[in-house]
């Protein structure tokens, strides 16, 4: 069964940058949207940032300006490149996308397992 593997994470001091990764962990036939989702200690998931297949990105106002999303389509690889990094930012990051295994299947909802960024001094 087709999962997303989330790379990327780490310790980074305020102000650095870091950028994640997300990648199908088998071969797929196409990939639709794709997002971003954040989870802090005690608190829900949150929505990052989302890039539809032909490239349109929406962002959350609490990362806007600071936070890229980008996507290989020829890789099925989605990015995330952030920027600015607060301590608010620390949470578990996790990426989301609608795939199809084949041609003849539907889209379906996938979910990575995360990848925790800390931002600390």
């Known amino acids: 069964q087709v999962q997303l593997v989330e790379c990327g994470g780490g310790l980074v001091q305020p102000g650095g940058s870091l950028r994640l990764l997300c990648t199908p962990s088998?071969?797929?036939?196409?990939?639709?949207?794709m997002g971003w989702y954040r989870q802090a200690p005690g608190k829900e998931r949150e929505l990052v940032g989302i890039?539809?297949?032909?490239?349109?990105?929406g962002y959350a106002d609490s990362v806007r300006g600071r936070f890229a999303i980008s996507r290989d389509n020829a890789e099925n690889t989605m990015y995330l490149q952030m920027g600015s990094l607060k301590p608010e930012d620390t949470a578990v990051y996790y990426c989301n996308a609608k795939i199809r295994t084949s041609w003849y299947s539907e889209y379906r909802e996938v979910w990575g397992q995360g990848t925790l960024v800390t931002v600390s001094s």
């Open positions: 088998t071969s797929i036939f196409s990939i639709d949207d």
């Open positions: 890039i539809a297949s032909a490239g349109g990105t």
